[in-house]
């Protein structure tokens, strides 16, 4: 999803075997093979997006970052950038999508009035439920950095306000390392984890994910036994796909999509 403020996609630098395996990866015509049923999510760095490579590929979604932390990625209080553009464009090719918000730690209420507000100005949150991006990393030179619990209650408030404003159950788009902060001292997960639905993120190398149908059991964070969507790959652009993130639907988030 949307990566964190001033972070490049950058291709992952390894050593040895798994460097050497990366490496071929991406500079041979060895691809990841697309995934179906998919999900295809932007933000606005990814303007402009190639609209007969997508429809050609038929995602049953798309997700497009709505809005990022308390003022915006460039703290000018507005949405992303390209929000509106995405939501006309894949309205006038035909295409369903959701819209999601990148949670960053303090200022919860301001942060689900101003998700709430962008997507009550782009018409709805179109064809998903609300979405929001866990991709908070604690700095270990702060002392007073937002962590554990106490990060895991403002995540829960943000959902509880979004949820009583627009009446759906969000869901939760994060990785098994982003939700470890959430665990209390002893290493346990929030309780209420699971009752939300999970979309998780993960990268095995495109020689595993061609050869398996579902996620990792390591890449679905603690709380949840269960996934909805799983990022299998976040580089997709680069082996000539039409997103860099490509996500795979479960059969029964495909089920609840499909009613929709």
């Not at 059991?217 to 580089?235: C, F, H, L, R």
């Amino acid at each position: 999803m949307g990566k964190k403020d001033g972070e490049e996609r950058k291709r992952p630098k390894k050593k040895g075997y798994e460097g050497a395996i990366a490496v071929a990866n991406q500079l041979t015509p060895y691809q990841y093979e697309l995934k179906s049923p998919a999900i295809y999510d932007f933000y606005e760095e990814e303007y402009p997006l190639d609209w007969d490579a997508i429809k050609a590929t038929a995602p049953l979604r798309l997700a497009f970052q709505a809005t990022f932390g308390r003022h915006g990625r460039h703290g000018d209080d507005k949405p992303d950038r390209k929000v509106r553009q995405y939501v006309d464009e894949a309205k006038a090719n035909g295409m369903k999508y959701g819209l999601y918000h990148f949670l960053t730690p303090n200022s919860i209420n301001e942060q689900a009035n101003f998700y709430l507000n962008t997507v009550q100005s782009l018409g709805g949150f179109g064809d998903m439920e609300p979405i929001v991006d866990i991709e908070h990393e604690p700095s270990r030179k702060d002392k007073n950095s937002v962590n554990g619990s106490q990060w895991a209650g403002q995540i829960k408030t943000w959902l509880d306000l979004v949820e009583t404003a627009s009446g759906k159950k969000p869901m939760v788009y994060t990785s098994a390392k982003f939700w470890a902060f959430t665990c209390d001292r002893y290493g346990k997960p929030p309780a209420w984890t699971p009752q939300y639905r999970l979309w998780t993120a993960g990268y095995p190398y495109a020689i595993w994910v061609n050869s398996n149908v579902t996620c990792p059991k390591s890449y679905i964070p603690a709380g949840w036994t269960e996934w909805a969507v799983w990022q299998y790959a976040e580089d997709g652009r680069y082996r000539n796909h039409p997103a860099n993130d490509l996500n795979l639907v479960s059969d029964s988030y495909r089920d609840v999509l499909n009613q929709v």
